[in-house]
């Protein structure tokens, strides 16, 4: 069974970084063909897709949070880790990070993170 643990503070002032990491347990990021997600909601609002880390490390970004969101990954722990900068109060959400897999009808997120709340405030 695959677990999928998020970490991180849950307090961040605006204009520094957020960090969080994303522990999964039952299975290896390297594994073949699943990509690593980070995904959020802002309170009231629906789900945002903010990126990937592939099996084979390689990345992929929403358009709109490319230039401050960056995914790495420590595969000898089979971690990976979000970093977005220069976080303002619209970056206020609860953070997800998910295990999704392309399939011919589409993305296919079967395991989940129990999520995160992170605050952007000063």
């Known amino acids: 069974q695959v677990q999928l643990q998020e970490s991180g503070p849950g307090l961040v002032k605006p204009s520094q970084t957020l960090s969080l990491t994303c522990t999964v347990s039952g299975g290896s990021i390297t594994t073949n063909v699943y990509f690593w997600n980070w995904i959020r909601q802002p309170p009231g609002k629906g789900l945002e897709w903010i990126g990937y880390i592939a099996y084979s490390g390689s990345t992929k970004y929403s358009p709109s949070l490319r230039s401050r969101a960056s995914i790495s990954r420590d595969t000898s722990k089979d971690q990976f880790t979000l970093q977005l900068s220069s976080v303002t109060p619209e970056d206020t959400a609860v953070y997800y990070c998910?295990?999704?897999?392309?399939?011919?009808?589409?993305?296919?997120?079967?395991?989940w993170g129990q999520g995160t709340q992170v605050t952007v405030s000063s």
């Open positions: 998910a295990r999704g897999a392309p399939r011919p009808t589409g993305w296919e997120y079967d395991y």
